[in-house]
């Protein structure tokens, strides 16, 4: 059992759907970004997702590629990322982090150094949005040998034939992408997503938790509602981009955490 694991059954005790939030590490800057991390949990945030800036995010919208860009341009790392999650994991041993992100600097870091950090860093899963199950052996089998759950996306262009192969190695929740198109693009239709949610439900007993699109409590609510769970990234990245406070930051996660609580 992962701390993933054990928050969805906790949740589940509860009858309440998980509210996730994404935020891109060392976006602006190493500390402000932590600041927000650290007080994430407080705002309501059942898991958190930890974005790796990486130069070529190709399933990413303008939000989250301008945010790479400022963290990378203030010198973060995947090293430092790692080192973000270590320094959460002092005063926070409970709230899952999922590391969310593109294969290459792993890749670049060294597989079999990078889970055995990842793992003393306080990591419980990954996203690693381009690599395919055909690709497996890469990360996906070795991550989950050291006790890190290897969450995998499925899209609306996932079918039935394609679907029983995207469910076989995942661990810790399914993430259903709800648009077809990058992060931020669209907005999640609870009447579109309903049914590939229920589709997917009827071939795993994991969670299902949506994301992509979701920018406002009262989505969260809907989305919340007919899934496991709900995410939220662009709409909470975007603030910092706008000069927003961190403590503005928090006031609006804790609006949308109430919003998935409520479904």
């Known amino acids: 059992m992962t701390r ?11 009858s309440k759907k998980a509210f996730v939030s994404y935020i891109m590490a060392g976006d602006p800057n190493f500390d402000m970004s932590y600041e927000l991390m650290e007080r994430l949990p407080a705002a309501g945030v059942d898991v ?29 790392t995947l090293q430092k990322t790692l080192d973000m999650a270590k320094k959460f994991r002092i005063n926070d041993d409970v709230t899952p ?6 294969y290459n600097p792993i890749y670049s870091y060294g597989v079999e150094n990078f889970l055995k950090n990842a793992k003393k860093s306080g990591i419980d899963g990954l996203i690693i949005v381009d690599l395919p199950p055909e690709e497996d052996d890469e990360l996906c089998i070795p ?9 995998r996306l499925a899209t609306p262009t996932t079918d039935d034939k394609r679907l029983p192969r ?7 929740f399914v993430y259903y992408v709800s648009i077809t198109g990058i992060t931020g693009a669209a ?16 071939k795993t007993e994991l969670p299902v ?22 995410v939220v990234g662009s709409a909470i990245v975007e603030k910092f981009a706008d000069g927003v406070s961190v403590d503005e930051i928090c006031e609006f ?10 479904a």
């Open 143 to 151: 991550a989950q040998t050291v006790g890190i759950n290897f969450i």
């Open 48 to 76: 958190i997702e930890l974005g790796l800036p990486f130069t070529d995010p190709m399933a990413d919208g303008s939000t989250i590629q301008l945010a790479g860009q400022r963290a990378l341009k203030d010198g973060m």
């Open 166 to 172: 995207v469910l076989q190695n995942t661990s810790g």
């Open 253 to 262: 996660v804790s609006s949308l955490a109430d919003g998935a609580h409520a």
């Open 4 to 14: 993933i694991d054990n928050k969805f059954a906790q949740l589940k005790a509860e």
């Open 97 to 102: 982090i999922v590391l969310m992100g593109y």
């Open 209 to 230: 938790v949506v994301g992509f699109g979701i920018k406002t409590p009262e989505n969260a609510k809907e989305i919340a509602s007919i899934a496991d769970g709900a």
């Open 187 to 202: 907005s999640a239709k609870a009447t579109n997503v309903g049914p590939e949610v229920a589709r997917i439900k009827s």
